[in-house]
Structures are given as structure tokens and as C-alpha cells.
């Protein structure tokens, strides 16, 4: 009986104590190799880091070194109390390299909601001096790595989680072939200092708004040639429709030089008869 009341109470212990230790967080854009989402909560309890040595393979996520990128954010289990100071990082791994480069550190602050999604907007990657200073694009002008979000929710009672994505930097945007995916976040936040290695704070303007999260593209899919092709089949078409227009215009003129031609015959030889007639009647 005892042994029974013991047994149960240590189950629950650990069920408890699971509670408090899974839970947390992780990325929604960029599409992460494990999903974290309302549906899918695998990708939110990962508690090591996710980055490696192997080299980024299959599809990643484009991103375009010159625009604003916002990254999109699953809270699951929040971890914060009255005292808490949990933090959230966003890391880029190098292809097979062991370094992070820093790009964004912020407190929590005011996302102390569970189950809440939000975006996070960084400033271009190319204004980021000193990861710019270390990347060596390829032929094809790109660059492959990882980028790891890292919540630390120690500070509430928790413990750090990891979430990554594989992602491909380029100077140019893909070659669209799908409309990607839309998603709702609660709110989108701004980072008001700290940026580079300092932690910062973060604005939020508490509108919930959609997001749209680019499909994942072949790792070797080529920017420029899928550009350069959509052109090749544009300027195609266009040759195409005025080829068809001009052989309109040509069988439209051949038909009517034919038309002329066909009429001019029977008219000469009406001419010659009324000609004949004429003579005969004067002789």
C-alpha cells in the first residue's frame, strides 16, 4: 500500500519535474530542421546545441543579405516569473566551422506568454560588419551555415533550449516558384539597443499581423540561372507572339494580293471580250 502511494507520487514527481523541464521555444521562419509549432513540438524541447560539423546539405532557407530579415518565433513554454531575466540569441554557423557569429541578444521582457508567437526584425546581414569580414561567398555568390536560436530560461526555472536552420546567404532573391506559407504572429519586436554583442531590449507593438515564410529551395538550385530562364521564357513568348502576329499580317496581305490577283483575270478577260464585241458589230 505504501509502496504503491511512494510509486505514485515519484511518477508524478517526474512528470512534474518533465513539465518544468521541456517546453520552450524555437524558430518558426526560418523553417528549422525540426519543426516547433502548435502541432509539431518536437523542435521545441531541443536542449543541446543543434548547430555541427557536417556540411549543410538537402534544402535551406534563402536569405537575402541585403534586405531586412524577420525572423518568426514559437514560444511554447514561456518560463517567466517576477524575477526573471531569460534571454533569447540568434547565432550563424559557418559551414563545418565551430564559431558563431552574434546577431541578435535581447531579454525576454514582456514575452512572458505561453503559447505566443512572435517576429523579431534584424537589420540587413551585409551592415553586419564583422560577420561581412569573415564570409567567403562561392563562385555562385553564395554562402551556406546554420543559424541557431538559443533560449536561455534558466533564469525562470527552465533550462536552455536550441532550435536551427539550415540557410543559404545570397546577394539576390531566389527565383520565386510558390507563394511560401503564411503565418500569424501575436506581435513584432524591435530591438532598441545592444545590437552586436551587447544584450539589448526589445519594443513590441502588440499588433498581430501575418508573416509569409519562404518555401525551403534546393541547396544547388541556381539564382541567376532560374532568373535568367524566367527572362529566356518571357522574352520567348514575346518573340513568339509577334512572329504570330507578323504571319497574321503576311497570309492577311497574301490573301489580299491573292484576292487582287484573282479578280484582275476575270476583269482583263471581260475587257478583251467587250474589246472584240466592238469590233465585230463595227464591221
Known sequence: MYLSKYLILTLLSVVCLS??????????KPI?????????????????????????SGDVNPINIDSIYEYAIYQLDAKANETSVNTYTIQFFKDQENTGFQLLTFNQNDMN????????????IKLNAKLMDNLEFDRDGYVFGTLELTFDARSGGGDVYYSCANVRFQNKTAAA?????????????????????????????????????????????????????????????AEDGENNENNN?????????????????PTIIASSFITLASLLIKF
Open 19 to 28: 513539465r518544468g523541464v521541456f517546453g520552450n521555444a524555437g524558430f518558426m
Open 32 to 56: 528549422p530542421r525540426v519543426g516547433c509549432k502548435e502541432l509539431d513540438q518536437r523542435g521545441c524541447k531541443i536542449r543541446t546545441p543543434c548547430h555541427n560539423l557536417n556540411p549543410v
Open 113 to 124: 506568454s505561453n503559447n505566443s508567437f512572435y517576429a523579431v526584425k534584424m537589420d540587413p
Open 177 to 237: 516558384k510558390s507563394k511560401g506559407q503564411k503565418i500569424k504572429v501575436e506581435s513584432t519586436l524591435t530591438l532598441t539597443d545592444g545590437k552586436g554583442n551587447q544584450r539589448g531590449d526589445i519594443e513590441s507593438d502588440g499588433k498581430a499581423t501575418e508573416l509569409i515564410v519562404p518555401d525551403l529551395i534546393s541547396h544547388e538550385a541556381k539564382v541567376d540561372s532560374e532568373d535568367i530562364k524566367a527572362q529566356d521564357d518571357e522574352d520567348i513568348a
Open 249 to 265: 499580317e503576311d497570309e492577311e496581305g497574301s490573301k489580299g494580293k491573292s484576292s487582287s490577283s484573282s479578280l484582275a483575270i
